[in-house]
């Protein structure tokens, strides 16, 4: 054949000859000739085969000359053709390509062949592929979803392309893999031939479309073709070079890409590729890495692929991109660190590797312990899940369970979450699958290895008493060492005679320094113990010389190691030597003494020595010394995890308190783990989690629920019954030694178990049957959890106490109630839930459910109290009565009267006691004490019932009324009122209406003013049995030194509080005694009860206790944690419901942000938390705080109050907020009367956020504090304020013409503060001279000092600002008093800090005037205006407050 086909660059080189013997296109059909052309090379293709191409090659090519103007059916029949042509072709080449060799024209011939249908098929396919991937017009306007356009396309072009190209790339597959090397002479096939095969494949490959998982079967094809090119066609680096450029360049071809390599790896066994590939990533910079994100990840996550495909054989190639550890871009250290995660998974897990494939795994472990601690917290929780999935793969060695537990445990407390969520499933993991033991109860396990470890002395003692023989694993030990002492001395030896032959040659010596130095050289950051280690490792790569020198120099850093080695020298070998003999041998010692540690602390090789030992019959007793070595050492490791773990749980416990969801959920999910693993601490645990049943959160709520189902109500076993009591047993448990809150939370946890059916009736009927005693071996314990539970569930169905009302009564109530007041309190608890309680908002109460004053349970309650009120020893009784008290008001139908009876029996138990003592001249101090213990639950009883009293009128009685006369009205509708006409009852129904609303509303008010009055009137205050005892109440509260005992003065207190609640007119007259005991008790208890009844007054009578309110501020002094706690509380609860407002004695709730209680300074985190969001709260407040805070009086030193004010100016946020306060802020500078003041203000310019307006504020102001620049702390706190500005993205496009502004600022603030230390040096020098002179009436230097000081700033500032000129603030030698803070009820007086002058005061005013004269018409609306100072003639009257006088 005369020409050559040569695969061109371009299409159209196709048509320009540049050789005489190339092929060229001699004419490119038109469209009109294409149809009949294809025709005829389709019969001729029947005919001659695939040699038809080289005559009619340019009827195809035609095709993709013309793709544009010619129909979708020609490109279809053309692609047929072709793909027939090159099926045909390989069939052909099959016969051809054999043993012998053709001919050379038979050879060019067909490599023309070849190479005309390799060229038509990839272009064919890259021309489809494009028109596939177009949408037509039809697919933009009806196609929704891959599956439709895939339809319309089908249905359009009348052939499925995925189809028709897998059927190409398998004919483009068989063609390649043939023998086609033979046609070309030499035998090399062309780079162009290679690139037209390979870059049609990866031009296919960034179809997002081959991603998906139908296309997998193409995927497979286009692999195999990458892969033969590779093998057969010297493709190995062009592949690896566009394979690196496709993953980064293409998100969704990491998954494929991983594949392709796989097969070329795997199936071809070409390694060189995946060789390319490692280097070619490993050598990326560092900084370009981090300017291609993308690509960067890309390549992390395709290797991280690739090392989970084929971890065997990405092994040896991990030391090229181990460097990447140390740089900059943490994806590319997760990638390292996921590449060796899959590597220990998968490799290096298995048993028996040999030394320095375990070398290599520990250098891995060691890489991910170290990146625990990564700078990066993406790094962090990455190699915590890396860990995790070891652990969960038990590929973990068991030398490394405790360090890694210590280490997790550290990262508990990492913050970011993120870290904190993989630190929680690592170390929950850990526990799942630790090697040790199924439980964990440290002090069992601390008993036992005591234990063990004293069996092992006294077997290893009596070894020894019977003739001495030695153990078998020190006897291994010992052969093991006498072989490498042999090799250590052999290489010194050697080493020795070539430094004697080679001291000719000093470079080679130097050259061999250089190389052993590294190995012997012991730095400053190295310790004992790292040395040691590198001393073993030597040892274990039998590098002895190097591990001889490295301990020659350890033993000269550290000479005490000498000792213990130079004693068993002394025991062992006690014949004379040479000094250099000497020090030989102590050297070796010395490397013994390591080396037996190390492998005495192996419990593998202990439990081998075990095994050989159980072999050898002869040496039974030594096999149990081994045993009971390997028992040891496991127990020890046991404890060390179970401690270590221990550590955790207190950290554990705090994160149940996270706003992070799933710092909550791990822990809760821990919390079940160590649960079941028996870990003691983890019923800490296990009860806090306990206040999250109330989670807003709807997971925390479900995680919470199911962790106590897994826990409580899954016993294992297949009799319900047994099941039953188990889950009746657990749940006890978690009655006992609990708090009020924590019964709340265990009673919503009920009602949510009750709700989903876990407690069956069978539990139920167990929870009775204990309550009654009736199953054998319950407590009394065990009966009142029993009634505590079933009052819980009965919160969800009270069905299940209303059935059982007797069983209540005759055993709650019964004898044992007598002498058991908690049962009989519980008891009272589940009688509390008979009555249906729910209903909806503005829904009419259904009936009560009463029953009548006479019934048995109404007797038995009064016959325990009345009795049990002179049982001293009993401390049960005031709660007792306080249920008691709640059930009678609850399901009585008179319980006024019952009441009344209960209090009648109780005060003549009392007068009855007390008058058969009167004979006794002298009272014993146990009778003395029996009168004041029945006369505090006298008054606790009197407290109660007039508070059930109110509440039982204002509810029951109110509500009754209501549903009363809402039956009367639904009674009264006749139907004939219904059948008026229609067009009269549309006018008169709607007045009717009307009129019975007004009538409604009227008589509802009305009844709730008579319930009022009889509340005023008739329950404390009245000629009533409550009246009559008020005066006793108070009597005990007003005489503390009579009535000293706390118990009774508390519940005196109590009492009072409770009356108060119920007259308002009782509340205006003892006002003044409750706040007098409020101050005066030296009691905690007593002030922190007040505190709390009065917030309820608060809630009641508001404007009767808004003038006491500085009174309860100071509460937030006391010197009691729980009454500061309670008084916070109160507070939060008060001015978040707006019942109290904001005023300047905010101040003390600032302060408590730095109380040394954290509870406290938490709880008032969390108030001005929730004050930032009620509008401008925080703000309005600022002014006013910084003043209080700022007196030195208030007593908040300076480092408090930057504490304080650090964490509100965090609230600030808006721009109009930060301009307002620079202004005042600045203002107050003149009012500051001492250098801390300063500081403090200037502290808090710092602490705003400023923008143009802001700072030209703060120009606009410099005249009120350039005089204090002098001051360091205030002039470092301006100049923070410019470099902030310098540096801050807030001023935006702004910032470069504000630039000049900045700059005049600075240098204003530099000028200032250099002519007041100017001045300082001055003043100081002329106060030295006048005190050596003979004028001792001159002004005093610090007069002078100021007042120089203020007329020269400001002299220089008018130069610069002429607007601002103010006249000079002179000091006066006689300051004015400071103002006294009195905490009074007039709430339009504002209090200020500072004392103005006259002059300073007109000053201000003016200066206020003159500013708000300039402000812009959008700043008119100030939030906050600046205060001024108000002078009121005459004296303020206050309230005295009642002094109590002792009777004495």
Known sequence: MSFEFLIPVARDDLLNKTNVSQFVVDEVLSPRELTGALHELKTNLRSTGARVILEHFDVLFSVLCLQKDISQDVKEDAWELVVKIAKSLSNELVNVLGDVLPAREEKQACLNTVKMVCYLLCQYMEMLDADDSKPSATQLVNAKGRAKTSKMKKASTGMDWDEERAIGLKALLHLVSLNLHQLWDPPIPDDEFVNLVTNCCYKLFETPRLAYASALETRQVMNHIIAVMVKNYNHSLGCSLKLVQLVQ????????????????????????????????????????????????????????????????????????????????????????????????????????????????????????????????????????????????????????????????????????????????????????????????????????????????????????????????????????????????????????????????????????????????????????????????????????????????AMVNTYPDIMQEASQQNERTDSQGSTSTQEEGTSIIQ???????????????????????????????????????????????????????????????????????????????????????????????GVRRMLPLIWSKESGVKEAVVDAYKKMYLSPEGNNERANALAIVKNLSALTFGVTIGDLTSLEGLMIELMKTGDLNSTVMKILWERFTLKIPNTSAEDSRAAILLLSMAAGADNTVVRSNINVMVSEGLGPRAHSDFILARDTCLALLKLPNSKRMKGQVAGKPFRLPQNHDMFTRLSDILVKGVADVENRYWIPLAEQAVKVIYKLSNHPDAVCQEIIRKVIHEFNRSNNADKPNPSLSAATMQTSVVVLTRVLSLAGQVAFSQMIYLESDVLDELKRRRAGKEDSGKTPARQNKNKSRESNASEAIEEELGLAGAAAEDAEAEYIRKVCERDIVTGKTLLGALAPVIVAVCTNQAKYSDPELQSAASLALSKFMMVSSEFCDTHLQLLFTILEKTTHATIRANIIIALGDLTFRFPNMIEPWTPRIYARLRDESTL?????????????????????????????????????????????????????????????????????????????????????????IQKDRQCESLVEKLCQRFRAARNERQWRDLAFCLSMLSYNEKSLRKLQENFVCFADKLADDEVYSCFVSIISKSQSSGKLGAKGASLAPLLTELEERLERCH?????????????????????????????????????????????????????????????????????????????????????????????????????????????????????????????????????PR
Not at 406 to 426: E, I, N, P
Not at 636 to 654: G, Q, S
Not at 1166 to 1188: H, Q, W
Not at 1201 to 1210: D, E, K, V
């Open 249 to 552: 360049h293409f998100e969704h071809l990491v998954a494929p890409l991983a594949q392709t390599l796989q097969v070329i790896t795997e199936e071809f066994g070409v390694k060189t590729v995946l060789c390319e590939i490692t280097r070619e990533i490993g050598r990326l910079a560092p900084e370009d890495a981090a300017k291609d994100s993308s690509g960067t990840r890309n390549c992390s996550t395709f290797l991280v692929e690739i090392a989970d495909r084929i971890p065997a054989l990405v092994l040896p190639n991990m030391s090229l991109l181990l460097c990447h550890l140390d740089t900059e871009p943490y994806v590319m250290r997760n990638c390292v660190l996921g590449m060796i995660g899959e590597i220990l998974m998968k490799v290096l897990n298995k048993d028996g590797l040999d030394d320095k494939t375990k070398a290599t795994r520990d250098e891995f472990l060691d890489h991910l312990e170290e990146h625990v601690h990564d700078c990066n917290a993406y790094v962090r929780s990455k190699c915590l899940q890396i860990w995790t999935a070891i652990v969960n793969e038990n590929c973990l060695p068991l030398r490394r369970q405790v360090s890694l537990t210590t280490l997790v445990v550290g990262r508990l407390k990492d913050k970011s979450s993120s870290v904190r969520k993989q630190a929680l499933q690592l170390i929950t993991n850990l526990f799942k699958c630790n090697p040790y033991a199924a439980k964990f109860s440290v002090k069992e396990l601390e008993q036992n290895y005591e234990s063990e470890a004293e069996k092992l002395k006294q077997l290893m003692k009596e070894d020894e008493e019977n003739g001495g023989q030695s153990n078998p694993l020190v006897e291994k030990l010992e052969n093991d060492w006498q072989r490498i002492e042999i090799m250590i001395k052999e290489a010194l030896l050697n080493e020795g005679d070539s430094q004697d032959t080679e001291e000719k040659t000093e470079s080679e010596e130097e050259g061999s320094q250089e190389k052993t130095q590294p190995d012997i050289v012991i730095t400053d950051e190295d310790t004992q113990d790292s040395v040691t280690e590198r001393v073993m490792t030597l040892l274990m790569e039998e590098k002895w010389c190097a591990a001889y020198k490295l301990m020659t």
């Open 590 to 684: 010395c490397l013994k003494q390591i080396f037996m540690r190390h492998k005495s602390s192996n419990i593998e090789l202990a439990a081998e020595a075990v095994q050989s030992q159980d072999s050898e019959d002869q040496c039974g007793r030594v096999s149990d010394v081994s045993k009971q070595q390997v028992l040891v050492w496991y127990l020890k490791d046991t404890l060390a995890f179970a401690v270590e773990t221990e550590k955790a749980f207190p950290v554990i416990c705090r994160l149940l308190g996270s706003e992070n969801v799933s710092d909550v959920l791990g822990a809760v999910d821990f919390f079940v783990t160590g649960f079941k693993f028996g870990l003691s601490s983890a019923m800490q």
């Open 1123 to 1211: 009454v500061r706690q309670n008084t916070l509380q109160v507070l939060t609860h008060l001015i978040l419901n707006d019942m109290v407002k904001v005023k300047g004695q905010i101040s003390e709730m600032a302060t408590c942000l730095v109380d040394h209680n954290d509870k406290i300074s938490c709880s008032a985190k969390i108030f001005f938390t929730e004050l930032s969001k009620k509008g401008n709260a925080v703000y309005n407040i600022m002014p006013d705080l910084i003043s209080r805070l700022s007196d030195p009086d208030v007593g908040v030193d300076e480092e408090h109050f930057r504490t304080i004010l650090r964490y509100l100016f965090a609230f």
């Open 1314 to 1446: 250099n002519k007041g230390m100017e001045e300082d040096d001055i003043v100081q020098k002329a106060s030295q001279s006048s005190q050596r002179g003979k004028t001792p009436h001159k002004t005093p230097a610090r007069k002078g000092k100021a007042g120089r000081r203020t007329r020269k700033m400001i002299s220089d500032s008018e130069e610069d600002e002429a607007e601002n000129k103010t006249p000079v603030v002179r000091r006066q030698t006689q300051r004015k008093a400071k103002p006294k803070i009195s905490f009074d009820s007039d709430e339009e007086s504002d209090l200020e800090l500072f004392d103005l002058d006259k002059s300073c005061t007109e000053d201000s005013q003016s200066q206020d005037s003159a500013s708000q004269k300039s402000k812009d018409s959008s700043d008119d609306e100030d939030l906050m205006p600046v205060k001024k100072p108000k002078h009121k003639g005459g004296k303020k009257t206050t309230r005295a407050l009642l002094t109590v006088n002792s």
